[in-house]
């Protein structure tokens, strides 16, 4: 008999009907002697809906008012799966965020957890009753009012319940199978991980494989949750998100990432003096830009540098004005560039293993495709190409790995 | 400056446009200088999407999880109405029935209500903050759960919130322009009254004009809470209801009601022994069906006696197999109608003033409509007669008793 929280999306509690499906997954748990705690988002469409009228009321909202609506989304899908797994005669109730409590700090719309007291709900859960939380929301004690964790924040409510109950597993159902080596819907060749590593699965996160929230695996590392990212729809197992210790034959490379909310700034001809990274960096950074990849080439005579890096592409232009304004910066030519992509490989087992990164280039280089800015990592490396390499590179370098499937 | 509360129904609030309606009808009160506390019901239509839902999940529900899911409707509307205001430039916030807190015992779906701890909000208002109230919700402290106070539960809390805040005068905005002599839909000459007593809007209301819940005029009348009945969509004053002593000029007859969820019963020929009428109506009371008009006819022998009385026009199938299944009751026949209907006048004046029964019968007998039964009351004369004749005789009797507006 194991304790575990499952936790249901929007798209899986998207009308009755699968919210029936979802209490067949809950009663299978139970059936099984688990102990099961349910975490639920709001029904598909319900918080759009909601935030929709928030900004049609009030464009600048008070972000108090905007938690206290638009929480009413996983309310009535906490009540509404206890309801139904009541019908199926198993021991439900919900439980909203005040009612645990589910205790966070006052930043309204992107709440950060303090504490969970799940005294009451680890008494309920003895007694064998399903307990059913509402995702994405807590309290604040200061105000005694509704706080939300931002969107996507029902992955880390699970995952910190799971913490606070000293869960064996957490499982995250959604609307895909699993995390796999690449986007399937890009490789058909992609294959589902069996396991993978927390500091995998936060490179996998960060580099847009939305299958978690960032901030989930963070905490589950964090916390050492077990998670369990699975589809609500299929009935097989999906992938484990697990500590390193407990992957005994690690790949070297797991999995191919891609992201194309990238772009490109080249600055040529800086004066290289002393200090002049700060200069160019410092505005950026006072003006809320996050750098990310950045490389420098000294010129032969020493006397003038190229440095490249990228920001988030939505961020372009207000770069550009950001360096134009900046008179410490001294350079010939500033050249921007967003159509471009970053591609990753990441795995633990580089960490002890060599030629991970020659791999990459050599595939790279055989089909002709030109490098702009590599960065490397502990457990990735990652290049900055063309765009239109996108679909080409992944496919390659996927194979490049040893990452296809069987046909 | 006063303080008053202000209900807006859920067809006043069904979208963001009608939200910023009712936002300007509270500006116009905090601009003349009054703290304003709002009570809010869900959004139309949105209650009975949540009341299917539950249902759809679990047709002999947990009213605790009802009142989880249907409450959220109120909570919505609440939050939207305090960002219109705010948009406005209107000092406002939002509190939902767990945060005032709204005490209710624990009957959740027909909670009654404890005691509303006003302090907080009392010293926003005096901080010329609006506070805006989710009607129809609370909280029973015993199992720290949202509780509901019943489908209409919201003029009840507005009326309840106006109690303990001591408010001047408790609004209730709605869809029609107030109470009216009749019913307006049916008889085109009725008219809109300025003043109403609790006695008579009470009759009123239970007699079927549905403008204000039953249960807040009593809860109105016990409180002496003034209650203002109007239009969301007119600008115009409406009806005030209020304390017998603040009318000076008393009506004899304030208005004319007809409920056709009646139906009678008639038992031909019951023995005409002691204990009789205990015989009959004790299983019915105990079947529990409300039993309203009685009229026994004894026959010239004294020996046989005609029972006739009505029932809710839905129990009627039901009271007649109770009737059939108690073999201590001895009569004829049975004869069940429920194609009946009955028409009331009301006021309190007829106290004071003879002859107000005899002028019904007059009018009624003068168009040929035959009375079944009749029942009367210290402010009420009621009789029950065929349906068909309800228009004809609602309208002779508003023209009877001088009720008709000026063409």
Redesign the interface.
Known sequence: MARIVMKFGGTSVAD?DR??NVANRVKKEVDAGNQVAVVVSAMAGTTDQ?VN??N???????A???D??V???E??T???????L??MGIAA??W?G??IPFKTDNVHGAARIKEIDTAKMAQRLDENVVCVMAGFQGISEED???TTLGRGGSDTSAVALAAALDAERCDIYTDVEGVYTTDPRMVPRARKLDKITYEEMLEMASLGAKVLQTRSVAMAMNHNVRVQVLSSFAEKPGTLVVDEDEIVEKQVVSGIAYSNNEAKITLVGVENTPGVASEIFGPLSAGNINVDMIVQNISEDGLKTDVTFTVPAADLDKAQDVLKAADAVKYDSLIGDSDVVKISVIGVGMRSHAGVAATMFHALAEKGINIHVISTSEIKVSVLIDAAYTELAVRSLHTAYGLDAEE
């Open positions: 009755i919210i029936r909601l009228w928030v049609e009321a009030s464009p600048l909202h008070d108090r008012e905007y206290t609506v929480a009413a989304g309310q009535i906490s009540g509404l799966l206890a309801l139904t009541q019908d109730r919900s909203l005040w009612q005694n009012r509704i």
